[in-house]
């Protein structure tokens, strides 16, 4: 069968977001994952806003969410859209850029501003992150109408939490408590997220904690909550 984007000879394969079979050669799948070297920052500006629209709703990307194609626990999208996803991750490397200044210039994140400890920025529903990946994973809550507090207060303990101010990312409507591990290494941080999963455990709360590397895999850890 020939290759959706280069014509050779390839073989056919299925994928769980598309209800119609796809065809790549090994070429044009490398080519994708490892990009392609572009000088033209006007060009790569483009590629990234064109993305962002193919894969998230408009919003800001990270760098690490283009490893593969984001359904982003979608189904049915059209192989067109996905040649065209294909072909223009095999056009750039993030890894050339400076990735913020990609985002802020290409007007994703004009409304973010950045601090020593990440970027505060809206996500779409309105609710204010602390970084792009605390965006992502809201963003992720509201195209599936996931019901989600966000900085809940965990519950009181005399130990861990004696004056009730320790909070959490997200609550979502179950009660589950979700976590963004964004500074994994930082000492502080991690005393932080050690206390949390203690007082998460002592008070029987179900903690979902999340790292920068599940960032890609949101759709598997909350398949049983997309509507």
Not at 127 to 142: G, Q, R, T, W
Not at 208 to 221: E, F, M, S, V, Y
Request: aromatic share 10%; net charge neutral; with cysteine.
């Amino acid at each position: 069968m020939p290759c959706r984007v280069c014509g050779q000879d390839s073989l056919a394969f299925n994928v769980a977001f598309s209800n119609q079979s796809l065809a790549y050669c090994q070429v044009c799948l490398e080519g994708a994952y490892t990009g392609g070297h572009e000088p033209d920052k006007a060009v790569v500006l483009e590629i990234v806003m064109q993305l962002s629209e193919l894969e998230f709703f408009g919003e800001a990307p990270l760098v690490a969410q283009l490893k593969q194609i984001n359904s982003l626990g979608h189904r049915g999208i059209s192989p067109h859209d996905i040649d065209r996803m294909l072909s223009l991750r095999s056009r750039f490397k993030p890894s050339e850029w400076s990735w913020f200044e990609l985002l802020a210039e290409s007007g994703l994140i004009k409304d973010g501003v950045r601090t020593a400890r990440g970027t505060k920025i809206l996500a779409r529903d309105g609710h204010l992150c602390n970084s792009l990946y605390e965006k992502a994973v809201d963003d992720f809550f509201h195209w599936h109408n996931i019901s989600h507090e966000i900085e809940p207060l965990y519950p009181f303990d005399p130990e861990l939490n004696p004056e009730k101010r320790r909070r959490g990312d997200w609550r979502l409507s179950d009660g589950t408590f979700v976590e963004m591990w964004g500074l994994l290494g930082d000492p502080l941080y991690e005393m932080k997220r050690t206390e949390k999963i203690a007082l998460a455990k002592r008070q029987n709360l179900t903690l979902i904690g999340l790292k920068p590397k599940d960032i890609t895999n949101l759709p598997k850890i909350f398949e049983k909550r997309i509507k």
